[in-house]
C-alpha cells in the first residue's frame, strides 16, 4: 500500500469504504489522526513544551482541535488560533470538545502567540482555489517564524493533486499524511513545503486498499532489483547490447560524451558515437572506451545504426540542417530509441511515426512545446502533463524535475521520490539518457527501463550530493552509478 498514490478524492472514497464496511465513525478517524500527529509531534521534537494550533474551518480543523487537547491533558502550554467556526458535524464536535475541556480559541488576526512548534491544520485536500484572505494573512506569519511547523495531511496552500501552490502555502518541517499517499505532495513545488513527510494509516487493514482505485506508484526499489540478473561467467560484451548516442554539434561534444558514458557505466557491452568530428580526438582522449565517429552525412551514419540495438538521440545535437538530418536518419532506423533534448525539440516541429520502442525524456521546457502549451501549464498539472504526452506519442515518457513522472502510453503513471536540487545541472539529463539507453541495451523494455533508469540517476545523484548539493555536477554520478547497477544488480 505505501507506494499507493491517491487523488484527493480517492482518499475520500476510502475515508467512506472504511466507514461503510469496517464500522468505523468519521470522528473515530479524526481521533486516530489526532493521535498519529501527536506521537509524531512529540518523536521529532521531545523537547518542546509550547505549541500553537492554527485551526481551519474544516476536517482539517477538527484533527487541529484534537490534537491540541492530547498536547494540553500531556502538560503542554496549548494555543488554538481558528480561522472561523467550524463547519460539519465532526469538525464542530472536535471544536466543541475543546471548548468543553475550557480551551480558549483566539482569533486568527492575532499575532502569533511563542511557541516551540506551530501545528498547521489550517487548509485540508479540498483546496482547490487561491488562498486569501484571512488564510492567507495567517500562512505569511506562519511562514517568517523560524520555529519549527507540522502540517497535518497536508501544508496549507498546497494542492493535493497537482503539487501546485495555489496562491501561497505553509513551509513544514514535517508532515503527516493520513490514510494514504496524496499525489500531489511528491511533486513541483511541494516537495519545498512538505519538509520529511510521513505516513500513517490510521490503523486501516488492508482490505480497505485492495479493491480502491488509485492513480500511480512511486518507485519500489525491491521490484525494479529484481530486473537485473546476475552476469553469466561466461558473458561477452555482446550480451550486453550495443548503444549508439547521436549528438555533439559544435561546442556541444560533452553533452554525447556523458550520455555514451552513462550507457557504460549501467553496463552496456559497447557504446559508439555518432558526432561532429571536430569532437573525435577529444572524446578519444577523454573515453577510449567510447567508439567515437565523425558524421558528416546520412550516408555514414547508415553503418552505425546497422550495429546499433539502441539509439541515444538528442545530447548536444543542435537544430540546425547537420543536426535535422541525424535525427531523421535515427528516427527512421525504427530502432530502441531514446529521445532527449534537441532531439525532442525537433520532434516538436515535425510530424513523424516514432520507433515502436521509444522512451521520451523532457524538462518541463520541452514538454511544453511537444504540448504546444506554456511552461506553467505543465508545472500546474504534471500528471496530466505527462499521460498526455506519453498517449499523444505513443510512447513511454518521462517528465523530468522534482518528483520525476514517468508515464506509460495506457495511462499507469510511476513517480520517483529521490533526487535533489544539485541535480539541476548542466549535463544531467544527457546522463539519464545514456543511463536509459544502456538499460534497453541489456533487454529490458521500454516501461522497465525508463522507471529503472529514473531511480539509478536520482540515487546516484543523491549519493554524489553528499558533500554538498551546490557545486555538484553531472560526471559526479559516475561512480556512484556503477557502484549502484552492480548492487541491484546481485540483489537476491
Request: aromatic share 8%; hydrophobic share 35%.
Given at each position: 500500500m505505501g507506494t499507493r498514490l491517491y487523488t484527493a478524492a480517492q482518499v475520500r472514497e476510502l475515508d467512506a469504504r472504511a466507514i461503510a464496511t469496517l464500522g468505523i465513525s468519521a470522528h473515530v478517524l479524526m481521533q486516530r489522526a489526532a493521535a498519529a500527529a501527536w506521537r509524531c509531534l512529540?518523536?521529532?521534537?521531545?523537547?518542546?513544551?509550547?505549541?500553537?494550533?492554527?485551526?481551519?474551518?474544516?476536517?482539517?480543523?477538527?484533527?487541529?482541535?484534537?490534537?491540541?487537547?492530547i498536547a494540553r491533558d500531556a502538560g503542554m502550554q496549548t494555543s488554538v488560533i481558528a480561522l472561523g467556526a467550524p463547519h460539519g458535524s465532526d469538525a464542530e464536535r472536535a471544536c466543541a470538545e475543546w471548548r468543553g475541556a475550557r480551551g480558549a480559541i483566539l482569533d486568527v488576526d492575532e499575532t502569533l502567540p511563542d511557541a516551540d512548534v506551530y501545528v498547521d491544520a489550517l487548509l485540508g485536500t479540498g483546496l482547490t482555489r487561491p488562498v486569501d484572505g484571512r488564510a492567507r494573512a495567517v500562512v505569511a506569519q506562519l511562514n517568517a517564524r523560524k520555529e519549527p511547523v507540522l502540517a497535518l495531511d497536508l501544508p496549507s496552500g498546497i494542492s493535493a493533486d497537482t503539487g501546485e501552490v495555489l496562491g501561497v502555502a505553509v513551509r513544514a518541517t514535517t508532515t503527516i499524511s493520513f490514510i494514504a499517499h496524496k499525489r500531489g505532495l511528491f511533486t513541483g513545488a511541494a516537495p519545498d513545503h512538505c519538509g520529511e513527510l510521513v505516513l500513517d494509516t490510521l490503523g486501516l487493514p488492508e482490505s480497505v486498499y485492495e479493491k480502491s482505485s488509485f492513480d500511480a506508484r512511486l518507485l519500489d526499489m525491491r521490484r525494479m532489483t529484481q530486473w537485473l540478473p546476475p552476469r553469466a561467467r561466461a558473458a561477452h560484451k555482446g550480451d550486453f547490447g550495443h548503444v549508439l548516442a547521436i549528438g555533439g554539434d559544435a561546442g556541444m561534444g560533452g553533452a554525447i560524451r556523458l550520455c555514451g558514458e552513462a550507457a557504460l557505466r549501467v553496463g552496456a557491452g559497447l557504446v559508439s558515437v555518432a558526432t561532429r568530428g571536430e569532437n573525435v580526438v577529444a572524446l578519444n582522449a577523454a573515453r577510449p572506451e567510447l567508439m567515437a565517429h565523425g558524421v558528416k552525412d546520412a550516408l555514414m551514419l547508415h553503418p552505425l545504426l546497422n550495429r546499433a540495438q539502441v539509439i541515444a538521440l538528442g545530447p548536444g545535437l543542435g537544430q540546425g540542417e547537420w543536426s535535422h538530418m541525424l535525427w531523421q536518419s535515427a528516427i527512421a532506423a525504427c530502432r530502441a530509441t531514446v529521445i532527449d533534448a534537441d532531439g525532442l525539440n525537433l520532434l516538436a516541429r515535425n510530424v513523424v511515426h516514432l520507433p515502436p520502442h521509444t522512451v521520451l525524456t523532457p524538462h518541463p521546457g520541452e514538454a511544453a512545446r511537444l504540448l504546444e502549451c506554456d511552461v506553467a501549464a505543465i508545472e500546474r498539472e504534471r500528471f496530466a502533463a505527462a499521460r498526455e504526452i506519453a498517449q499523444e506519442y505513443d510512447s513511454v515518457t518521462v517528465l523530468k524535475g522534482a518528483g520525476t513522472l514517468i508515464a506509460h502510453p495506457q495511462g499507469e503513471i510511476a513517480l520517483c521520490p529521490w533526487g535533489n536540487p544539485g541535480m539541476a545541472t548542466g549535463g544531467s539529463g544527457d546522463v539519464l539518457t545514456g543511463i536509459i539507453a544502456g538499460l534497453l541495451a541489456q533487454g529490458l523494455n521500454t516501461w522497465r527501463a525508463a522507471r529503472l533508469g529514473v531511480a539509478l540517476h536520482a540515487q546516484a545523484g543523491d549519493a554524489a550530493a553528499k558533500d554538498g548539493e551546490a557545486g555538484l555536477i553531472a560526471s559526479d554520478f559516475f561512480p556512484h552509478l556503477r557502484i549502484l547497477r552492480n548492487a541491484w544488480g546481485s540483489a537476491d
Open positions: 512529540r518523536a521529532r521534537w521531545p523537547q518542546a513544551r509550547r505549541i500553537v494550533v492554527l485551526c481551519g474551518t474544516g476536517n482539517n480543523g477538527g484533527d487541529g482541535y484534537l490534537l491540541a487537547g
